[in-house]
């Protein structure tokens, strides 16, 4: 198993919440574990990549806020792995 690992800075609800990301890449499994504080509670979600290849969330009852950064979350994730294609 390998794990990669970063984090980003998004904004949420008008605030700045810092997330980290945890890739981890074993066979036949390549997910991110994302974690993240907000309001003294700390929160985590799965992404995996679904059938045309794009990263989603794949945890069930995300809190909405979450579901509303899934788009900032792909794009970090993009980000942060696009060396990882070339």
């Known amino acids: 198993?390998?794990?990669?690992?970063?984090?980003e800075i998004i904004k949420v609800d008008g605030r700045e919440l810092f997330f980290v990301f945890n890739r981890l890449t074993?066979?036949?499994?390549?997910?991110?574990?994302?974690?993240?504080?907000?309001?003294?509670?700390?929160?985590?979600?799965?992404?995996?990549?679904n059938k045309f290849g794009?990263?989603?969330?794949?945890?069930?009852?995300?809190?909405?806020?979450f579901e509303r950064v899934e788009s900032s979350l792909v794009e970090a994730i993009n980000r942060n792995t696009a060396q990882d294609r070339n």
């Open 54 to 65: 794009n990263w989603e969330i794949v945890s069930p009852a995300v809190p909405e806020w």
């Open 1 to 7: 198993m390998q794990m990669q690992q970063f984090s």
């Open 26 to 49: 074993a066979p036949g499994e390549d997910k991110f574990f994302v974690i993240v504080t907000k309001e003294t509670i700390t929160y985590h979600v799965d992404l995996m990549k």
